[in-house]
């Protein structure tokens, strides 16, 4: 059984799933997105990788380059992390269910368990 403790960040909560260490290792967690998230997702940034994520509940706004694209419960998004992209919430808080490669674990997650410290 799983009991993942969340991180905390402004307007972002995270459980980590699963993480595997490793250059090649994988990292599965939930997120909790809120529209009040400092900067929104007007910050887009870029790393090595690619991610995937599915919409649980609420909707999910993808900034992927100079595209929006606002993803539903039940869909799924995949993308390199290479094009300019951020995620962010839509009309309301949104959960995400997301896999991440090595650099997207540390470029997506590594300030949401600092701020839990």
């Excluded at 380059?65 to 808080?93: K, N, Q, W």
């Excluded at 949104?94 to 701020?115: F, P, T």
């Amino acid at each position: 059984m799983i009991r993942p403790e969340p991180g905390h960040s402004p307007g972002l909560t995270t459980w980590i799933l699963a993480h595997e260490d490793g250059l090649y290792g994988k990292t599965v967690a939930k997120l909790r997105i809120t529209p009040d998230r400092p900067g929104g997702s007007a910050q887009l940034g870029v790393h090595p990788g690619r991610d995937w994520f599915t919409v649980l509940s609420g909707i999910a706004r993808l900034e992927l380059g100079e595209r929006t694209i606002l993803v539903h419960p039940g869909e799924v998004a995949e993308f390199s992390t290479m094009t300019p992209h951020a995620i962010g919430a839509h009309e309301g808080p949104v959960e995400i269910l997301s896999i991440l490669n090595h650099d997207g674990g540390r470029a997506h997650l590594h300030a949401a368990d600092h701020a839990a410290d």
